[in-house]
């Protein structure tokens, strides 16, 4: 009983490891392609004045 436990908690951290790392790549991602918009809307702004 003792070792299904085990294995079960052992699962569920590998798990939960790998939805840490998902959302933090995906928010990261994300994170980069607001900058480059940013950016892209700077420059624009910055043609434009001149």
Request: aromatic share 14%; charged share 20%.
């Amino acid at each position: 009983m003792g070792n299904v436990g085990n294995i079960t908690g052992s699962m569920l951290y590998g798990f939960g490891a790998f939805l840490v790392i998902y959302l933090a790549g995906v928010l990261i991602y994300q994170v980069v392609l607001w900058i480059q918009k940013w950016k892209r809307k700077k420059k624009d702004g910055e043609q434009e004045n001149g």
